[in-house]
């Protein structure tokens, strides 16, 4: 089992509605959790954090955690063509080095 | 103020040749992260250093790969002997806290090409 799990995608979503991304986690240990987007041929950048269970919006971005289920995920509200990218999830599990997942590669139709 | 640089960008390397791939952190980072990614895959850890430090070397290769962060000057990530695959994108990150409490910055990445 991968550490950090992710639907690779492409997810494909109209310009204006919401991307849903989703995420799993097999070390119940794990403390905090990123969402990092990476354009093609370029570098990750973090988006958004989290830490406690809940929601947690910032802008167009909530993030949701769910610790009993091991379960991160990512909404994107208000799709721009520009959101068109690979997000990559990440988790530190139990202090250790952050580990991504594979990516889910987003497509945002006009 | 300057991000996370990394030289060279593109890099050309012949089987059995060495690869250097530097990284220069943030102003005030003294965490240093190297990931390799392949085509259409996500990020692989490789190590994590601090000054003079490697703190986490588990996602190394155990033979032909070696990475430092000398007391002055940026972080080597070393390849000796390369092979076609070793062919990826080696990215560095740096933060200003460990991996557990703080952002990672990432620099453009270097691309290594083995013929």
């Known amino acids: 089992q991968k550490e950090v799990e992710q639907n690779s995608g492409p997810l494909s979503v109209p310009e204006g509605a919401i991307a849903s991304l989703n995420c799993t986690y097999s070390d119940r240990g794990s403390q905090s959790f990123f969402w990092y987007r990476q354009y093609s041929g370029k570098s990750p950048e973090l988006i958004m954090f989290?830490?406690?269970?809940g929601d947690k919006e910032d802008g167009r971005f909530t993030a949701q955690l769910n610790k009993a289920s091991q379960y991160v995920s990512l909404l994107i509200r208000d799709s721009q063509p520009s959101d068109s990218a690979t997000y990559l999830c990440a988790v530190t599990p139990a202090g250790n080095k952050l580990t991504f997942g594979g990516g889910t590669r987003v497509l945002v139709k006009p | 103020n300057a991000g996370v640089m990394q030289n060279p960008r593109h890099l050309v390397r012949r089987r059995g040749q060495e690869a250097r791939l530097r990284c220069s952190p943030m102003k005030g980072h003294s965490h240093v992260y190297w990931y390799r990614q392949l085509p259409e895959e996500g990020l692989k850890f490789m190590v994590y250093?601090?000054?003079?430090?490697?703190?986490?070397e588990s996602g190394m290769p155990k033979e032909r790969f070696s990475a430092e962060f000398p007391k002055e000057g940026p972080s080597i990530l070393r390849i000796q002997q390369v092979v076609r695959g070793d062919s990826a994108a080696y990215f560095c990150?740096?933060?200003?806290?460990?991996?557990?409490?703080?952002?990672?910055?990432f620099g453009e990445g270097s691309r290594l090409t083995v013929l």
């Open positions: 989290i830490y406690s269970n």
């Open positions: 250093l601090q000054k003079e430090n490697i703190i986490d």
């Open positions: 990150a740096s933060s200003l806290q460990g991996p557990d409490t703080g952002e990672l910055f």
